[in-house]
């Protein structure tokens, strides 16, 4: 049986700090500057995006299903803000990025 995803900071922290890296090594190239500047902005928005959709997701989860379990309905929510944070965070990186381009 698969266990369900447990939010890791660690995952958090390598996933930002290659995007940070890539985004870095774009902008080093002259000919693809244009390109990390965009990719940069494109992905951003992205981002923060899809940490509010993941937010608004788990708010609905916890309070739509009242099945007298909160505290299942909580962990749930958590995992699932854990996880959003994993996937959208490293593309918030690339707003920080983009004054350095």
Do not use: W
């Amino acid at each position: 049986m698969l266990k369900p995803f447990q939010f890791n900071i660690r995952h958090l922290l390598f996933a930002t700090v290659v995007t940070a890296i890539a985004i870095t090594f774009l902008q080093t190239i002259p000919a693809l500057f244009m390109f990390a500047f965009f990719a940069a902005f494109v992905l951003g928005i992205t981002g923060v995006v899809g940490i509010c959709v993941t937010l608004v997701v788990a708010l609905i989860i916890y309070t739509s299903e009242d099945d007298g379990n909160r505290r299942f309905n909580l962990a749930r929510c958590r995992d699932l803000i854990g996880a959003g944070l994993i996937a959208n965070l490293p593309l918030v990186v690339c707003f920080v990025a983009i004054p350095y381009l």
